[in-house]
């Protein structure tokens, strides 16, 4: 059983507002992700971090910017969210190791889904 | 470039039928292949896995066999329930690319009673 939350789950607010998507793992991985999931289902990579104080964009252009100050915490931060923010996020992580059976796999959180008025 | 592609849905089939989802990828390497599956209101699951040419990978009665001639890792079922109702996602990784998986863009089925 994966250990990665989210939260909120659910969080619809206004156009302008400053909101943060909080993410935690207590599994100790080092790489962490962040995806953007639109109604269509595909999944864009928008962040993931290699350890604390490493983060890089992804390959979806995003005005979200994320930190990595502790190994379980990777959180999102949209600055002033518009109407075109509104989305699913899901955050991920994994284990750096290269071996032993959960090689390669990442581990998702439920999931916020984002409305913005 | 690496990239994949999968069968588009939605897909809709009657309780016990076959299933196959397709899923093809293009690469200059040999990438490890992965199965999501997301079930409504849910974050993503890992489903299967293979890292090797001819690997099957296969978890809760699905299967997927990692084709390197054709560059393929359909999913397959032979006999789905409604609890399988749900996304699925093809995720190759390419080491060239970081070790990030590149997903999909989902096949949505509906299993009826």
Same mark, same amino acid.
């Given at each position: 059983?994966?250990?990665?939350?989210?939260?909120?789950?659910?969080?619809?607010?206004?156009?302008?507002?400053?909101?943060?998507?909080?993410?935690?793992?207590?599994?100790?991985?080092?790489?962490?992700?962040?995806?953007?999931?639109?109604?269509?289902?595909?999944?864009?990579?928008?962040?993931?971090?290699?350890?604390?104080?490493?983060?890089?964009?992804?390959?979806?252009?995003?005005?979200?910017?994320?930190?990595?100050?502790?190994?379980?915490?990777?959180?999102?931060?949209?600055?002033?969210?518009?109407?075109?923010?509104?989305?699913?996020?899901?955050?991920?992580?994994?284990?750096?190791?290269?071996?032993?059976?959960?090689?390669?796999?990442?581990?998702?959180?439920?999931?916020?889904?984002?409305?913005?008025? | 470039?690496?990239?994949?592609?999968?069968?588009?849905?939605?897909?809709?089939?009657?309780?016990?039928?076959?299933?196959?989802?397709?899923?093809?990828?293009?690469?200059?390497?040999?990438?490890?292949?992965?199965?999501?599956?997301? !079930?409504?209101? =849910?974050?993503?699951?890992?489903? +299967?896995?293979?890292?090797?040419?001819?690997?099957?990978? &296969?978890?809760?009665? $699905?299967?997927?066999? !990692?084709?390197? =001639?054709?560059?393929?890792?359909? +999913?397959?079922?032979?006999?789905?329930?409604?609890?399988? &109702?749900?996304?699925? $996602?093809?995720?190759?990784?390419?080491?060239?690319?970081?070790?990030?998986?590149?997903?999909?863009?989902?096949?949505?089925?509906?299993?009826?009673?």
């Amino acid at each position: 059983e994966a250990d990665i939350y989210q939260t909120p789950r659910y969080l619809v607010i206004g156009t302008g507002k400053k909101i943060t998507l909080e993410c935690s793992q207590t599994m100790g991985h080092d790489k962490m992700y962040w995806y953007q999931q639109d109604p269509g289902m595909e999944l864009h990579l928008i962040h993931y971090s290699y350890g604390v104080n490493s983060t890089e964009k992804g390959d979806l252009s995003s005005e979200s910017t994320v930190s990595r100050i502790r190994t379980e915490h990777f959180p999102l931060t949209l600055e002033s969210a518009r109407p075109s923010h509104t989305s699913q996020y899901l955050c991920a992580s994994s284990w750096p190791g290269r071996e032993g059976p959960s090689y390669n796999e990442q581990f998702f959180g439920p999931g916020t889904r984002l409305t913005v008025l | 470039g690496n990239s994949v592609t999968q069968m588009e849905g939605p897909v809709t089939l009657s309780e016990e039928a076959f299933l196959t989802i397709n899923c093809t990828y293009t690469a200059t390497g040999y990438p490890s292949l992965f199965w999501y599956v997301q !079930y409504p209101g =849910e974050g993503l699951q890992l489903l +299967l896995k293979a890292t090797k040419a001819d690997d099957k990978g &296969s978890n809760k009665g $699905f299967e997927a066999t !990692y084709r390197k =001639e054709t560059t393929s890792f359909h +999913l397959e079922k032979g006999s789905v329930q409604v609890s399988d &109702s749900a996304v699925y $996602f093809c995720a190759p990784r390419f080491l060239s690319q970081g070790g990030k998986l590149i997903f999909g863009q989902g096949t949505e089925l509906s299993v009826k009673p």
